[in-house]
């Protein structure tokens, strides 16, 4: 998937075709952002193959569904990375030192974000970014509970677009780190991960740092049941975008008529989650109508899996160096603090000599 940022269409155009009658001239944020997802479904089912983009999985159901599908046996990578966190977080945080800033793009239930809080001495601030807007202020709200002692500064935005203002907190920080666990790099391409770790970078500044977690290359027979569970949660995870563009656009996907699948491309090394019509139709979505062949499938994510040091070369290629990498002890999750390369001799993050892999 690529290019979702460049719209050509007009959005007045669209405008007209929302469910409500359109966002007029006193448009508020959510008609601005339906609007953009309307722009966005429209140009990815004029697409061949059909596409949607993953993050339009994460309305407040499509939150809570992730958080369930992170507690699912065949789903390793919560698991295998809160591991890593536990095990090394004492370390990470000695990396990083003291008075930091923490900026989490796609921050969902900030859950390994307390083992790195709980570790970091006297962080000046926490800023959870996430597009799901409902969800991110109930889990702010805990947060605040949990550690008083640290501003909680939330940003709803999605993070693939220009972040206006983020939120300055109280005393300023040492250095920013921007904590981007979960393989949610994953779910980009790789012209689209560094463009994405290049902004990182920029985020982060000269003395900072970017944590990044990724999901290691492994066998299928691991894999495939991570993204097909037995319970079929990882299902209703997928179709629960379907319901979202009939609740949110006026759409009329007939559910029952796509079928979760979850196949691996072993030449792109990435995991694919398709929704496949069962049948021969058609789907209204914004006054256009997209027409759907039998066994015919939509793309709603890809998930990178990299072996270390391809990530270190990509990484590199949106000038970031790895100075330290961790894996956990099933070796299945891998967490790399980035540096930009001009701070790679020693000085960025008091991070003292690389040492990948
Ligand atoms: N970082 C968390 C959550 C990962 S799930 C963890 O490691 O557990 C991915 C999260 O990113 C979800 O909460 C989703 O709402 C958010 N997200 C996905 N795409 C986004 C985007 N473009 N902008 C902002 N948030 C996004
Ligand atoms: C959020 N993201 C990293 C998850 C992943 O594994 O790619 C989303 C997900 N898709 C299916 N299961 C989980």
Known sequence: MSGWADRTSSSRAFSEMLPTGGVGGAASHG????????????????????????KYFYDEKGSRLFD??????????????TALMEEHAREIAGEIGPGAL????????????????????????????????AYLEQVAAGLRLEYPAVPILPLAADFTEPLDALPE???????????????????FTELEAERLLTRMRRMAGAGGGV???????????????????????????????????????????????FRHQAPFNEAASRMEMHLVSVRSQEVRVGGRTF?????????????????????????ASAG???????????GLFCVQLLVPEDAAGGTAGGVPSPAVG
């Open 169 to 187: 907190p109280p005393r300023p920080p040492t250095r920013r780190i921007v904590y981007f666990p979960g393989s949610t790099i994953g779910n």
């Open 211 to 257: 944590l990044v977690g990724f999901d290691l290359l492994k066998s299928v027979e691991v894999l495939l049941p991570a993204y097909d569970d037995a319970a079929g949660v990882t299902a209703r995870f997928n179709l629960n975008l379907l319901a979202r563009l009939n609740a949110e656009l006026g759409a009329d996907f007939d559910l029952c008529a």
């Open 320 to 330: 970031l160096a790895a100075r330290r990498s961790w894996t956990d002890a099933g």
């Open 31 to 54: 008609d601005e952002s339906r609007l953009e997802m309307l722009e966005d479904v429209i140009e990815g089912l004029s697409r061949t193959p059909k596409m949607i983009p993953p």
């Open 102 to 133: 923490i900026i989490e793009p796609g921050s969902g239930s900030s859950a390994k974000t307390r083992i790195l809080l709980d570790a970091l001495i006297d962080p000046v601030g926490y800023v959870p970014v996430d597009i799901s807007g």
């Open 68 to 81: 369930e599908i992170t507690r699912l046996d065949e789903y390793y990578l919560t698991r295998a990375e």
């Open 291 to 315: 027409a759907f062949g039998e066994g015919e499938r939509l793309v709603t994510e890809y998930s990178y899996k990299y072996a270390p040091e391809a990530f270190a070369a990509l990484a």
